[in-house]
Each structure stands twice: as structure tokens, then as C-alpha cells.
Nanobody, 115 residues
Framework: QVQFVESGGGLVQPGGSLRLSCAVS????????MGWYRQPPGKQREWVAT???????LYTTAVKGRFSISSGSAKNTVYLQMNNLKPEDTAVYYC?????????WGQGTQVTVSS
């Protein structure tokens, strides 16, 4: 069974930074688009960013200019650099393919932005 494993979350003050990591257990799996999603407390999961194989990056409006998605040296590894974090960025963050595959949802990593 393929596993998407997210890490790097934590508690950070407004204006702070975090770097999230995502690794996929199956190195033979070829994923054309990798993405980050988040689920704020009491809300539905939403798309945050996409990295298309190559260099094309897309971001939801709320994080443009603050978040950056990138790939790692290992296959199917993706990062999310989050700068100037705001309380409204508080959520559980997940990685998945784009469009999302229901079989790939992992446990996510909690990001809490609070003073």
C-alpha cells in the first residue's frame, strides 16, 4: 500500500516559518503532479499548492508570495516552505497527487500559528 508521509509541522508564532516535508513510500510510483492540501479546524480540506513535474508551480491566492513548493532529490519527495505564517494558516497539512487520489491521504502534519 502506498503511503504519503508528511512531517515538519509544529507550533509557530505569527510571522514565523516552517518547512513541511512529504515522502512517498513507493519509489516506483510516478506522480506527474504533487500537491499540498490543508484542513483548517472545522472546515473542509482545501488545495494549497501544486508542483508539476518540471518547474510549474501553482498556489492558492491566500498563500501566494509566502509559501513555496519544491521537490527533493529523492523521487516523489516534495517540500512546502511556509514563511510569514498567519493564524489563518493553522491547519492539518497533507500531500497528495493533483488531482488528489483518495487512496493516498496520509495522517497529515499539524501546523498551529499562534502567539
Amino acid at each position: 500500500q502506498v503511503q504519503f508521509v508528511e512531517s515538519g509541522g509544529g507550533l509557530v508564532q505569527p510571522g514565523g516559518s516552517l518547512r513541511l516535508s512529504c515522502a512517498v513510500s513507493d519509489s516506483d510510483l510516478s506522480i506527474y503532479r504533487m500537491g499540498w492540501y490543508r484542513q483548517p479546524p472545522g472546515k473542509q480540506r482545501e488545495w494549497v499548492a501544486t508542483l508539476t513535474k518540471g518547474t510549474t508551480r501553482l498556489y492558492t491566492t491566500a498563500v501566494k508570495g509566502r509559501f513555496s513548493i519544491s521537490s527533493g532529490s529523492a523521487k516523489n519527495t516534495v517540500y512546502l516552505q511556509m514563511n510569514n505564517l498567519k493564524p489563518e494558516d493553522t491547519a492539518v497539512y497533507y500531500c497528495n497527487s493533483v488531482p488528489a487520489n483518495s487512496d493516498y491521504w496520509g495522517q497529515g502534519t499539524q501546523v498551529t500559528v499562534s502567539s
